[in-house]
Every structure is written in structure tokens, then in C-alpha cells.
């Protein structure tokens, strides 16, 4: 059984930034397939980033430029650096992993999921 454990979500201002992280154990972390998505309330949960075993990355329209995916794989840990936060980025941010491997925005290839982890950006 592979777990993920999100860290790091918290409470910000309008324009600040926030590092959460994405732990994961009980598998072959350096040739999955990481993904971030958020969930806002009232909302159906979206893709936000992906990054492939070979570090390709991909990002949603609404957060390229501002946040940035990007792994370790001696820590077993995915990150995203969140910069220029806004008010709309508030949510619960949540990470996956896909045994694949692949650079993916479809939550179907992601079969382990982690807990979430709370961003809220204040005005």
C-alpha cells in the first residue's frame, strides 16, 4: 500500500506564498507519476500541476507562471511552490500518485491519494 502525506497548507495574504509538501512511502516513488489537485467548497476537485518520473511538468492555465511542481526523489517528497497567491486559490490541496508514471491531468490514472492539506488566501 503506497500513503501520501500532504504538509505545509496553512493561511496567507493576497500575493503571499506557500510550500506544501507531499511525503510518500510504502512504494517506488522515483518512477511514479506525482500530480497536485485542489478542491474548493461547493467545488468538484481540479488539477492543478503534474510532474512525470523523468520531471516533465505540466499546470493548470490558472496557475502557470505563479505555482511550480517539482520533486525529490532522495526524499520521497513532491512539492509546490505556490507564489502570488490569490483569494480563488483558497482550497484543499490534495496530492497522487500514478504507478504509471506518465505526465497526466486525469485523476483516473492516480490510484493513491493523500489526505489533503488546507490553503486558505485571505484579501
Known amino acids: 500500500q503506497v500513503h501520501l502525506v500532504e504538509s505545509g497548507g496553512g493561511l496567507v495574504q493576497a500575493g503571499g506564498s506557500l510550500r506544501p509538501s507531499c511525503a510518500a512511502s510504502?512504494?517506488?516513488?522515483?518512477?511514479?507519476?506525482m500530480g497536485w489537485f485542489r478542491q474548493a467548497p461547493g467545488k468538484e476537485r481540479e488539477f492543478v500541476a503534474t510532474?512525470?518520473?523523468?520531471?516533465?511538468?505540466y499546470y493548470a492555465d490558472s496557475v502557470k507562471g505563479r505555482f511550480t511542481i517539482s520533486r525529490d526523489n532522495a526524499k520521497n517528497t513532491v512539492y509546490l511552490q505556490m507564489n502570488s497567491l490569490k483569494p480563488e486559490d483558497t482550497a484543499v490541496y490534495y496530492c497522487?500518485?500514478?504507478?504509471?508514471?506518465?505526465?497526466?491531468?486525469?485523476?483516473?490514472?492516480?490510484?493513491?491519494w493523500g489526505q489533503g492539506t488546507q490553503v486558505t488566501v485571505s484579501s
Open positions: 497522487a500518485a500514478s504507478p504509471q508514471g506518465t505526465l497526466t491531468m486525469s485523476d483516473a490514472r492516480y490510484h493513491y
Open positions: 510532474i512525470s518520473w523523468s520531471t516533465m511538468t
Open positions: 510504502g512504494g517506488t516513488f522515483s518512477v511514479y507519476g
